[in-house]
């Protein structure tokens, strides 16, 4: 089945201590991205990825990292997690070339610092 | 980069058509118009896209105004299953190549029995 694979879908964390959350895709997409959503200000995009070795900062990039060292997958990177980052976040990906390619999003990760 | 803006809740009576504006008044010629849903807090689930024409397909139609500055998604009969946020996307291309996608905060539409 195609689909975006996001772990975990629950993480209950501690502020400072660096943590990843996964993103793993079987449909060969070029395009990857990483948003953020929180009540009131909709999915803000952190992150994306054209390619392998080609990342983008988004709209919200601060806090994060992200590294897509294989076409499969785009790993969400917080090396030291403050509360501010508590936050359902999203993997998404797409084909990446012309229209004809819309986002498919993983289940989510739930995300709380304390 | 274009952006959109939609209204911020709406209602529709079950069996009846929803339709959903969305204004992207900034959008460029090469720019596509994206729509999706999500439910609760679930993954937004993708529903149609279009750049100039109108289009159709099992879910809804998008109808696009011909300067292309606006954008309606019709959802022909609607159910109490549709009740959700719908999200307008514009997908942005830079000139390096690279682009992202650009989300709405979106409407809540509820379906009433």
């Known amino acids: 089945e195609a689909q975006v694979t996001q772990n975990p879908r629950y993480l209950i964390t501690v502020t400072g201590k660096k943590l990843t959350v996964t993103c793993s895709q079987n449909?060969?997409?070029?395009?990857m991205s990483w948003y953020r959503q929180d009540p009131g200000l909709g999915l803000r995009q952190i992150y994306y990825?054209?390619?392998?070795?080609?990342?983008d900062k988004g709209d919200v990039p601060e806090g994060y990292k992200v590294s897509r060292k294989e076409k499969r997958n785009f790993p969400l990177i917080l090396e030291s997690p403050s509360p501010n980052q508590t936050s359902l976040y999203f993997c998404?990906?797409?084909?990446?070339?012309?229209?004809?390619?819309?986002?498919?999003f993983g289940n989510g990760t739930r995300l709380t610092v304390t | 980069d274009a952006k959109t803006t939609q209204p911020t809740s709406m209602d529709c009576a079950e069996g009846r058509a929803a339709n959903l504006p969305c204004n992207h008044s900034?959008?460029?010629?090469?720019?596509?118009v994206y729509w999706y849903r999500q439910i609760h807090s679930q993954g937004p689930q993708y529903i149609i896209h279009?750049?100039?024409n109108n289009e159709t397909n099992e879910m809804a139609s998008l109808i696009i105004t011909e300067d292309r500055k606006s954008s309606t998604l019709i959802l022909p009969h609607a159910t109490l299953r549709d009740t959700a946020v719908y999200y307008c996307?514009?997908?942005?291309?830079?000139?390096?190549?690279?682009?992202?996608?650009?989300f709405g905060t979106g409407t809540r539409l509820k379906v009433l029995a």
């Open positions: 998404a990906s797409s084909r990446g070339t012309g229209g004809n390619s819309p986002l498919h």
């Open positions: 449909m060969n997409h070029e395009y």
């Open positions: 990825s054209m390619n392998v070795e080609v990342t």
């Open positions: 900034t959008i460029s010629g090469n720019e596509y």
């Open positions: 279009g750049l100039k």
């Open positions: 996307i514009v997908r942005v291309a830079s000139a390096s190549g690279t682009y992202k996608y650009i």
